[in-house]
């Protein structure tokens, strides 16, 4: 009988990128416009401050997810390109380590030998990368969807907050964004946990906690030195 298992270990790669870029957003931009709040600036000021933290922050996760990485798959394509040489100029050497790294595993020196050459004459280059690189479809570096995926989470995270301001008193901003944010972290932290298959318990404290951390700093700078004397 079949039994179909369900693992999440392919969503990786956009679930951190995701995970990451709203987190951010929600934090960075709840956290400006909390300081600024807290300077009794005006609710114009507060607005053009949010949005340009959006789009400042958006356009950061993006570039910085991009280059990252793009860093990560160069150096993942340049070993492959490596073992693609070595395997050109050495394949027995190569079919040696293969069967090595199995060994190395639990299986005994022939069974090893067989698993080697059999992976090695379906596909000598990914049975390298895969078993002696630790790179695969699954986990293998994508710039593009990495960038993309930050920086729309990002905005979608920043965008909570920063309605706030357009429907909330400003003498209410402070603790309104505060405490709405930390609900959103909470509620964030707990998909993730959900979409990831980890303790949603753990994830909630998590980002809560460092958003509080970060919000209450903001709002401590902006009180202290904003106000006009």
Do not use: C
């Not at 400042?56 to 993942?76: C, I, K, L, N």
């Not at 394949?91 to 190395?104: D, F, K, R, S």
């Not at 000598?124 to 570096?141: K, N, Q, Y």
């Amino acid at each position: 009988m079949s039994h179909a298992e369900k693992h999440r270990t392919h969503r990786v790669g956009w679930l951190r990128a995701a995970v990451l870029g709203a987190n951010d957003g929600i934090v960075s931009t709840a956290s400006l416009i909390v300081g600024v709040a807290a300077a009794d600036a005006s609710r114009a000021s507060i607005l053009i401050a949010g949005v340009a933290g959006l789009v400042a922050g958006a356009m950061s996760m993006a570039a910085g997810e991009y280059v990252s990485v793009s860093s990560q798959s160069d150096t993942e394509q340049a070993d492959l390109d490596r073992e693609r040489g070595e395997l050109a100029s050495d394949a027995a050497q190569e079919h040696a380590e293969l069967a090595a790294i199995y060994v190395t595993r639990g299986l005994d020196a022939e069974l090893a030998r067989q698993v080697a050459t059999q992976l090695t004459a379906h596909d000598a280059l990914g049975a390298h990368a895969r078993d002696e690189l630790g790179i695969s479809d699954t986990l293998s570096a994508r710039p593009v969807q990495a960038a993309m995926a930050s920086a729309g989470t990002f905005a979608v995270g920043a965008v909570m907050p920063l309605l706030l301001v357009l429907f909330v008193p400003a003498r209410a901003l402070v603790w309104t964004v505060s405490g709405s944010s930390l609900f959103f972290l909470a509620l964030l932290g707990s998909l993730a946990a959900r979409a990831g298959g980890s303790p949603v318990g753990k994830s909630v404290a998590r980002v809560t906690f460092w958003g509080a951390l970060a919000m209450a700093l903001t709002a401590g700078v902006g009180a202290m030195f904003g106000a006009a004397p």
